[in-house]
């Protein structure tokens, strides 16, 4: 897939599904992080297309993990992630900035002192009208079997962790979402024989939770629940959607009740660690690993996606982004989706040395019309046919940069 080159490294890795590692701002600007070795690299998108790559200081000496980004009313940036801090152990950590990525706070801890914490899930919320912006993140308490949850303010800083799983749980490989007072809160549990998803959801900015709830849903080859590795995103109108894996295959669910019940939305393609957002216009776009046979072997590996204009009632996948389903050697996939921009990010394996590559859309989507029309401009390609899974007519067409790409929205099977 044609693509620019952010940086080369030996040891390049991006955060799995469960948590963003990009986020534009207010005023549009792209911001990444990404693991580089032990380090944490955070870089910009400057206005000449360049990106501007910083190493952040870490809160201690230990190897950084799994770093995640998110924009707290629209004028901070808060970076998360998990460090090492002992032989077996790990601590959540974080800092901020004010000043859109050019200098950042005193790195400091999140999750207490003694407690196992990794696997770290970032969202952000407005709040409520007049209320303060706030984040919410969630980590995967290892030593305890659960997980836990904080929120943060920039005049509070972060809350005293819960712990919505039920005491009989045995969870981990969170994820978390905000939007308005409402979090989600998802998670894969063990506590059966088979791993299944559940969840919790809370209705005031996380100062309190329900129960701790199985998602209730099957599909063949996943019967009753089963499956792990979720990834939650809310929809405009407060629909709430998990997308989750099992046995090589991808799932999206979805709510239209706050969270009381889960319906089967799409089964969407094979693979794993599926990553789920959606744009406050309910535009939505999905990626994961596509791939059958060993979950270690990269060379199989391509880059699963689909785009919905309607929080994904219907969409175009598992290939949408052209080129994707005849380029092997693409790990660590990653999405991020706006009212006008989608950015993608992956890990490209193919050579000597991996290359952390990022590609971009700009969006424009019409009103509805007799046939609804989605149109997308993408930079710096030539878009070429591809292959269509669970979409009933869909015709794309050779364009060059510049012409719009026009596709007839189908519902998916």
């Known amino acids: 897939m044609d693509a620019e080159s952010v940086v080369t490294s030996t040891e390049l890795s991006l955060a799995f599904n469960n948590t963003k590692v990009a986020v534009r701002d207010r005023e549009g600007v792209l911001h990444l992080v990404w693991k580089d070795g032990n380090d944490l690299r955070y870089g910009h998108q400057k206005e000449s297309g360049s990106w501007a790559i910083q190493s952040l200081a870490s809160a201690g000496p230990g190897a950084v993990l799994k770093p995640t980004i998110t924009?707290?009313?629209?004028?901070?940036?808060?970076?998360?992630?998990?460090?090492?801090?002992?032989?077996?152990?790990?601590?959540?950590?974080?800092?901020?900035?004010?000043?859109?990525?050019?200098?950042?706070?005193?790195?400091?801890?999140?999750?207490?002192?003694?407690?196992?914490?990794?696997?770290?899930?970032?969202?952000?919320?407005?709040?409520?009208?007049?209320?303060?912006?706030?984040?919410?993140?969630?980590?995967?308490?290892?030593?305890?079997?659960?997980?836990?949850?904080?929120?943060?303010?920039?005049?509070?800083?972060?809350?005293?962790?819960?712990?919505?799983?039920?005491?009989?749980?045995?969870?981990?490989?969170?994820?978390?979402?905000?939007?308005?007072?409402?979090?989600?809160?998802?998670?894969?549990?063990?506590?059966?024989?088979?791993?299944?998803?559940?969840?919790?959801?809370?209705?005031?900015?996380?100062?309190?939770w329900g129960s701790d709830t199985l998602l209730g849903v099957s599909w063949d080859g996943a019967l009753n629940s089963q499956g792990g590795d979720p990834s939650a995103a809310f929809g405009p109108d407060g629909e709430i959607l998990i997308g989750y894996q099992h046995h090589q295959s991808v799932f999206l669910v979805q709510s239209n009740d706050g969270g009381s019940t889960f319906s089967n939305l799409h089964g969407v393609g094979d693979g794993l660690f599926m990553h789920l957002d959606i744009a406050p216009n309910g535009s939505a776009f999905a990626v994961w690993e596509e791939f059958r046979g060993n979950l270690f072997d990269d060379s199989i590996k391509r880059f699963g996606s689909a785009f919905s204009t309607?929080?994904?009632?219907?969409?175009?996948?598992?290939?949408?982004?052209?080129?994707?389903?005849?380029?092997?050697?693409?790990?660590?996939?990653?999405?991020?989706?706006?009212?006008?921009?989608?950015?993608?990010?992956?890990?490209?394996?193919?050579?000597?040395?991996?290359?952390?590559?990022?590609?971009?859309?700009?969006?424009?989507?019409?009103?509805?019309?007799?046939?609804?029309?989605?149109?997308?401009?993408?930079?710096?390609?030539?878009?070429?046919?591809?292959?269509?899974?669970?979409?009933?007519?869909?015709?794309?067409?050779?364009?060059?940069?510049?012409?719009?790409?026009?596709?007839?929205?189908?519902?998916?099977q």
């Open 71 to 208: 924009s707290v009313g629209g004028g901070t940036l808060l970076i998360s992630w998990s460090e090492q801090v002992g032989l077996n152990q790990q601590r959540v950590a974080f800092t901020t900035s004010e000043d859109s990525g050019t200098n950042w706070s005193t790195p400091s801890w999140v999750s207490p002192s003694g407690v196992d914490a990794r696997s770290v899930s970032l969202s952000a919320s407005e709040g409520t009208a007049g209320g303060n912006p706030f984040a919410a993140i969630s980590w995967h308490d290892s030593g305890n079997s659960t997980v836990d949850v904080s929120t943060w303010t920039n005049t509070s800083g972060w809350t005293t962790p819960q712990n919505p799983v039920d005491a009989s749980g045995s969870g981990k490989d969170a994820a978390i979402a905000a939007q308005g007072q409402t979090l989600i809160l998802t998670w894969e549990d063990d506590r059966s024989a088979e791993t299944h998803i559940r969840y919790a959801v809370s209705h005031d900015s996380g100062a309190n």
């Open 310 to 412: 309607d929080v994904f009632e219907t969409y175009d996948g598992s290939f949408f982004v052209p080129g994707s389903d005849s380029e092997y050697g693409l790990a660590y996939p990653a999405g991020i989706i706006n009212d006008q921009w989608l950015d993608i990010f992956w890990i490209d394996q193919t050579g000597d040395t991996p290359v952390l590559r990022h590609r971009a859309a700009t969006l424009v989507v019409p009103e509805p019309t007799a046939v609804p029309l989605v149109m997308m401009a993408i930079a710096s390609i030539v878009i070429g046919r591809g292959a269509r899974r669970h979409a009933t007519t869909c015709r794309l067409r050779s364009v060059p940069f510049g012409v719009l790409l026009t596709m007839r929205k189908t519902k998916a």
